[in-house]
């Protein structure tokens, strides 16, 4: 099975967002900013870690 690449992202924003909430909502305000602050650090260095797609120009060979 196969999940559509939107479907995905709509599932991990649900749970970002819903794992603030929660946090918020059963431990206080301070706990939900912690929570925000270490998503946006994961993220971050997430996206840094990711490496670059190879493009079309790299894979041709030399003329």
């Known amino acids: 099975m196969v999940i559509q690449r939107s479907t995905l992202e709509f599932l991990i924003l649900a749970l970002v ?4 909430l929660a ?3 059963w431990l206080g305000h301070g706990a939900g900013v912690l929570v ?12 840094k870690r990711k490496k670059p797609r190879a493009s079309v120009i790299d894979d041709e060979p030399p003329r």
Do not use: E
């Open 17 to 20: 967002l819903g794992s603030i």
């Open 23 to 25: 946090a918020t909502l």
């Open 36 to 47: 925000l602050i270490a998503w946006g650090v994961g993220g971050f260095i997430y996206l």
